[in-house]
């Protein structure tokens, strides 16, 4: 004979059924984003700046929001598909170089002229708001979470002699991150050769490149502090050699899907000052410690006189004259937006 569960155990059975399946949506609602990049998963930007962006978003939706990261692009194509990657939902969100992709991100590469930037916390939040102004149309299917510069490029050489003046350039395979970092290069005299940093340790080994424009955040990345002999850099405190643009981007139709509470998660960590933070915790910060990484083995460290600085300066002035150009001929004020580039600069990026 059955059975029937008194009052009591029929309370606790009916409690305990509405606590499972009342918490089946918010385990249901858990979203996995997969997140691609290009640099291996000991180097500093995968440990400094994405693996906690994606820690602080799974921690402020209570975990409903979790990521996945593919570096090294283990989700497959090559760095300068990674935009792509991501508009086409390849990868929910990707860290990329927009400007691998040549002559599509024209507007924004404004801030990888010579002589451009100081910082990269500066020029970070320079760039930010110069794209909500200027460059929106070029990230159409993606929605930007931060963009960011790096500190600065200085030249790795593989000869410890280094250089001193602008002459002892002429005719030097250097690599160079991005169009117009091969044409300032050029410019200067020196045969530059495009490639992503992964391939820079292959290229000087193989005499391929004789040395190497890198920020000194990517110095340890690609050891280079044991390839190259010495560094040059500019006086202290004047503008860097090069930039390079940076951009942490989700793809459109998955940020606008998510519901407004995540969204939200997702909000408050992007903008001008998660820019800034990426700018200031993934390269000005540590900049000082791979100095000292390189001087530590003997390396020779360089800096330019102000002297010759001003002459490197005079000398590439044409990249910045093509560019107005460029963005002019295909219907933009080049002038105009340089110098709005410019006095977001003068207002962010500070000596």
């Excluded at 499972?20 to 691609?36: D, E, F, N, T």
């Excluded at 193989?206 to 002999?229: F, N």
């Excluded at 390189?294 to 020779?300: E, S």
């Excluded at 006189?305 to 490197?312: L, N």
């Amino acid at each position: 004979m059955k059975t029937r569960p008194g009052p009591l155990a029929a309370a606790v059975i009916s409690a305990a059924m509405t606590s499972i399946l009342g918490s089946a949506p918010a385990m249901a609602q858990q979203i996995v984003l997969k997140v691609a990049h290009f640099l291996p998963a000991t180097s500093n930007v995968h440990m400094n700046l994405i693996q906690p962006w994606c820690d602080k978003i799974a921690k402020e939706s209570a975990d409903r929001l979790k990521c996945q990261i593919f570096p090294a692009m283990t989700l497959g194509g090559t760095p300068a598909q990674l935009f792509d990657q991501a508009r086409d939902g390849v990868a929910d969100i990707v860290w990329t170089v927009p400007t691998y992709s040549a002559g599509r991100f024209t507007r924004s590469e404004v801030f990888e002229l010579p002589f451009f930037t100081r910082s990269a916390k500066g020029s970070s939040q320079a760039f930010w708001h110069y794209v909500q102004k200027h460059g929106t149309a070029e990230y159409r299917g993606v929605q930007p979470l931060w963009l960011h510069t790096h500190d600065g490029a200085a030249f790795h050489i593989a000869n410890p002699k280094g250089f001193t003046k602008l002459e002892e350039l002429k005719g030097m395979k250097i690599r160079a991150a991005t169009r117009l970092n091969s044409k300032m290069l050029a410019s200067l005299g020196a045969a530059p050769v495009q490639m992503p940093l992964p391939s820079v340790p292959e290229s000087i080994a193989k005499g391929v490149i004789d040395g190497a424009m890198v920020p000194w955040e990517g110095v340890p990345t690609v050891k280079l502090q044991e390839i190259a002999r010495s560094h040059i850099d500019v006086p202290s405190g004047q503008y860097k050699f090069a930039n390079t643009i940076f951009a942490f981007v989700m793809n459109q139709g998955r940020y606008t899907g998510l519901p407004a509470d995540l969204k939200k998660v997702i909000d408050n960590n992007s903008g001008a000052a998660a820019s800034a933070w990426a700018g200031e915790k993934g390269f000005d910060s540590v900049v000082a410690t791979n100095h000292r990484l390189a001087g530590d083995r003997g390396n020779a460290l360089i800096k330019l006189t102000e002297a010759e600085f001003q002459r490197w300066v005079k000398a590439s002035e044409n990249v910045d004259d093509d560019w107005v150009k460029e963005v002019s001929a295909k219907g933009a004020d080049g002038k105009a937006l340089l110098e709005d580039a410019r006095a977001l600069i003068q207002q962010y990026d500070k000596p």
